[in-house]
């Protein structure tokens, strides 16, 4: 039988026999079953519309919801079963086929593989049997299946050769544990329909409806006296109508008797041992005032357009003490909610840091993060921004803090200066190799290994020469003096004894400070030996009183 897609199939009510074969993937469902009654029992009679789905469907379900006395069904699966997984279940048992097991039981229920890879399914079913196939990758399996439905005078006749087979009859179970662990209970035994020759068989109790069935047995079992306990009553009301009170009940020490009988025990003590129950607790009816209390207006739930206030709003007794709001429930209650509008909102686009370049050295690219804001920089949603005005998120760049740079000297400069202090230079450059290009980074090298910009010419010759000092301070206070300087031949910044002795500068020179208040003549020198010589205003100044005269 071959489908595109999907085929249905009516079939007459009372059809003795089913045989459906699939060379396609099934899927049966029970769209719609017929009920009938039989004997005091209801039928219910599977399929009477059939669903064959498309030949795509990878997994076999197959659902009978049906319960047909003395019925059997039988599955023909195609011989590469063995390359699929099949699992058979009926409530939480279950069994997976291929088996080494020839027959075996699920809740209840025999079933039985057959030499021709057939499934003998015996009836009758109580639940729901559900068959899972779920196909592997060596092909599509076949399953062919069949069910015997016994109808009308069959029923009569396989009813009556059955009852000679097979004998039901009620079973009791065991009793149950006691009810009770302490004092009078009791235990109760069931009954249920089973199969005699197989008694852990549960059957429909419809199946021993040739005898009445039983009531359960029950039992009174005794457990011996109870420990005595505490016993608390009922409240009692308020003392108070409104505002804070009081409730009081009643606690006793009771006992239940081995005889099932409970009443309070008259030996004082007997429940000292065990923590007893407060006998009093306080009791707060409505309060004697209430009234609605509000706050003050928070602020507008959003920056700019319509958004709302809200306020705290509690029902409060005579002492502004919160309680509960039922107690205000004849009060109006005051709105804890309005409307604000905060004037119009202003959208633009907000943007980021840039981030930083992709590539350390060269070139690269960069991004950054835009986003639609208010005024109060809210993010919105970037519908509400003018697409036209948005700006790139992404840039190319060009980055060369990560690059290796190496001092590069250029060739020195020629000797300046005069003999003895002459100098020559040069530049030097830090140079990278930036996206195959030399490039000058002044601040990718390090300092302390930069080579010298500076050094002394030492090829230029030098002649000998007088070099003059400062003069010394005057040798007096008042009226003439001397003062010192030296002298020194220098070669090249280098003491030397090559000058001309006839060249050299004087080393003393006369000096004259103010007057002097006497006339007087200088102590270590006699003046009257060589007065002769005033003239020279340096002896003048020595014998200041001699060349007076």
């Not at 009510?13 to 017929?34: E, K, Q, V």
């Not at 009654?37 to 789905?53: S, T």
């Not at 357009?305 to 809200?310: A, T």
């Amino acid at each position: 039988m071959q489908s595109p897609c999907c085929i249905f199939i009516f079939l007459p009510l009372h059809f003795p026999a089913l045989f459906l074969p699939f060379s396609m993937i099934l899927c049966l469902y029970s769209l719609c079953s017929i009920s009938f009654p039989f004997h005091g029992f209801i039928f219910l009679v599977f399929p009477c519309c059939i669903f064959l789905l498309c030949p795509f469907t990878h997994i076999l379900f197959l659902y009978f919801s049906f319960l047909v006395k003395y019925s059997s069904i039988i599955f023909l699966f195609s011989s590469n079963l063995l390359s699929h997984s099949l699992v058979l279940s009926i409530l939480s048992e279950q069994k997976t086929l291929p088996s080494n097991d020839n027959e075996f039981f699920l809740n209840g229920i025999k079933f039985q593989i057959n030499d021709d890879g057939s499934v003998l399914v015996e009836g009758p079913l109580i639940e729901v049997l559900t068959i899972h196939l779920e196909p592997s990758s060596a092909g599509k399996p076949s399953v062919d299946y069949e069910y015997h439905l016994l109808v009308d005078d069959e029923i009569d006749e396989e009813i009556e050769g059955h009852q000679n087979e097979t004998d039901y009859s009620w079973i009791y179970d065991d009793f149950t544990s006691c009810s009770v662990t302490c004092g009078g209970g009791t235990k109760i035994s069931h009954v249920h329909c089973r199969d005699s020759e197989n008694p852990e068989k549960l059957m429909p109790d419809s199946f021993c409806h040739e005898t009445p069935k039983p009531y359960p047995i029950v039992r009174k079992c005794l457990k011996g006296d109870c420990l005595p306990r505490w016993v608390a009553f009922e409240w009692g009301i308020c003392t108070t109508q409104c505002g804070e009170g009081v409730q009081y009940r009643r606690i006793e020490c009771w006992q239940e008797k081995e005889d099932g009988s409970d009443s309070k025990v008259e030996v004082s003590g007997m429940c000292s041992h065990l923590p007893k129950p407060a006998n009093s607790r306080n009791c707060n009816p409505r309060p004697c005032y209430v009234h609605w209390r509000r706050s003050d207006w928070g602020t507008c739930s959003t920056k700019c357009n319509l958004g709302v206030q809200q306020r705290t709003v509690l029902c409060n007794d005579i002492d502004n003490q919160p309680v509960n709001e039922a107690y205000c429930e004849d009060l109006e209650r005051p709105s804890s909610s309005r409307p604000c509008n905060e004037g119009p909102c202003y959208y633009s686009w907000h943007t980021s840091e840039w981030s930083e370049c992709s590539n350390m050295c060269g070139s690269g690219n960069r991004h950054r993060l835009i986003h639609c804001s208010t005024q109060h920089n809210d993010k919105v949603s970037e519908s509400l921004c003018d697409e036209n005005d948005k700006p790139n998120t992404n840039q190319s760049c060009v980055e060369t803090k990560g690059c290796n740079a190496t001092w590069v000297p250029l060739p020195w400069q020629p000797c300046e200066g005069s003999c003895g202090n002459s100098q020559q230079s040069r530049s030097i450059q830090c140079i990278a190799l930036v996206d195959d290009k030399q490039v000058e980074l002044p601040d990718n090298c390090n300092e302390t290994s930069k080579p010298d910009i500076v050094r002394t010419c030492t090829d230029v010759q030098c002649t000998p020469k007088w070099t003059e000092g400062q003069w010394g301070e005057c040798s007096v206070s008042c009226g003439y003096g001397y003062r010192q300087r030296t002298v020194s031949c220098m070669q090249g910044g280098i003491p030397s004894n090559e000058c001309d002795e006839n060249e050299k500068p004087s080393v003393t020179t006369t000096c004259k400070k103010q007057d002097c208040p006497g006339c007087a003549d200088h102590e270590s020198v006699d003046c009257g030996s060589i007065k002769r010589y005033c003239y020279i205003p340096y002896v003048k100044g020595l014998c200041c009183n001699t060349c007076s005269i």
